[in-house]
T-cell receptor, first 112, second 113 residues
Framework: TQLLEQSPQFLSIQEGENLTVYCNSS?????LQWYRQEPGEGPVLLVT?????EVKKLKRLTFQFGDARKDSSLHITAAQPGDTGLYLC????????????FGGGTRVLVKP | DAGITQSPRHKVTETGTPVTLRCHQT?????MYWYRQDPGHGLRLIHY???????DKGEVSDGYSVSRSKTEDFLLTLESATSSQTSVYFC????????????FGQGTRLTVV
């Protein structure tokens, strides 16, 4: 069992559709980060959410941090093929000296 | 670009041989990490460093050792490679304190045959 559980593990949608990816934990995090990873590359940071209830927008991507700071979601509006990739959430785990802990990832495929 | 270079990018090695992966950064950041990435497991922390000669274990450290003799270099050694260590290895750095945003290298694909 991972500290950060992501769902779904895989998502395949058509261009123009919306999608939501979830990141859940039973532990409270001081912050959560979202990364996107493309094949053959390292993950790239998209956003960090810090305050419970916080909503951040990055063009068509909307990130939300749960009020209790135990969960987060990523919503993509009108997905495009360029959104295809592996989406990872991560956060500093206090009980482990704030080491950055990652979820298992959600693989998103946007078909043209 | 956080100036992180991993070498080699690809390696095939035989079971039982030692292997060293190198991570080099150009920005003098204090915190450096080694992760491995396997299908269904996301990224798992192997070892990390919070300064020269200061290192600590992550969640999957068995069979791995690290060294950091200079700020810019963080080496990961597989003492005696096993097939279960076939994976993609990523080095990362944090600009500020541990657990803050990480910047990753491009990865090393290691195959142990």
């Amino acid at each position: 069992t991972q500290l950060l559980e992501q769902s779904p593990q895989f998502l395949s949608i058509q261009e123009g559709e919306n999608l939501t990816v979830y990141c859940n934990s039973s532990s409270v995090f001081s912050s959560l980060q979202w990364y996107r990873q493309e094949p053959g590359e390292g993950p790239v940071l998209l956003v960090t959410v810090v305050t419970g209830g916080e909503v951040k927008k990055l063009k068509r991507l909307t990130f939300q941090f749960g009020d209790a700071r135990k969960d987060s979601s990523l919503h993509i509006t009108a997905a495009q093929p360029g959104d295809t990739g592996l989406y990872l959430c991560a956060g500093p785990f206090k009980a482990a000296g704030n080491k950055l802990t990652f979820g298992g990832g959600t693989r998103v495929l946007v078909k043209p | 670009d956080a100036g992180i270079t991993q070498s080699p990018r690809h390696k095939v090695t035989e079971t039982g041989t030692p292997v060293t992966l190198r991570c080099h950064q150009t920005e003098n950041h204090r915190y450096m990490y080694w992760y491995r990435q396997d299908p269904g497991h996301g990224l798992r922390l192997i070892h990390y460093s919070y300064g020269v000669k200061d290192t600590d274990k992550g969640e999957v450290s068995d069979g791995y050792s690290v060294s950091r003799s200079k700020t810019e270099d963080f080496l990961l050694t597989l003492e005696s490679a096993t097939s279960s260590q076939t994976s993609v290895y990523f080095c990362a750095i944090s600009v500020d304190a541990a657990g803050t945003e990480a910047f990753f290298g491009q990865g090393t694909r290691l195959t142990v045959v």
